[in-house]
């Protein structure tokens, strides 16, 4: 039927059923549009909650970590010395410092020397955790740097200090055997230079099964060839107790941190 032939009231229902269909899409497009934003609206209220909720956590972790910080570097233990000048030959005389019997170019491992019974050099140190030496001086020097008209002709040795932290009833074999043991690192304890000044050198803790775990600081002295030979060819360390000059040492403190592995 065309629209001339259509009567009014067949337009009007007409009109009224097309305006009744835009009606309902347009309800349909609203609801959808109402749906996804309210989705968009949950997946932002979730989104916000997860990043506050990151940050919360991660704010939580760096205030632990903060303080874990804090109580490792003030969980410590400490030995405490006397500030006091040791030299080669004072050890050999007032201490009984002697040369090791299977390595000349070494001394037996001694107690650094203190001021008394109750000067506070005992601790129960943590094994294999961070420790630090304080020392007032540690001097050492090449006497074949002086030697004429040739250097290092008679002397090419240089006497460097070692540090370890270990069992107070230890003998010097024992400390031997477990630092091969155990694999222990004594060169990083090495002490000595051409300087009269303090330092706060790494040294490693040790403890011997079987033996009283009170711990005190061994100190013992090694010859190398003196890194100012020209020709070091052929050129081994000489007896300690003989050629590499005269070093010294003196010790404020030794300080081992038991939450702070190594």
Partial sequence: MSTQAK???QLITELH???GELITANNELTSTVVNKMGAIDTALANAQTE?????TTADSRISQAVLNLAQSHADMRINY???????KDTLVQDHGLIADPNDETKSIWIKVPTG???SGFHTYAAASRMTKLHTVAGYSYSPGYSESPDKYARDWSRTYMQFILTNTEATSEQINENITSQGVDINI???GGWWNGSSVRDIPSMQISGVHAYSCLFVRLVNVVSDGVTDPTGKQPQNILQFGGSCNFAI???VNYPRIPV
């Fill in 7 to 9: 009567t009014l009231e």
């Fill in 17 to 19: 059923s097309t305006n």
């Fill in 51 to 55: 990043v506050n909720t990151a940050i």
């Fill in 81 to 87: 010395y006397d500030r006091k000048v040791h030299t």
């Fill in 116 to 118: 008394g019974d109750w």
């Fill in 189 to 191: 304890s090495n002490t």
């Fill in 252 to 254: 404020d403190r030794v």
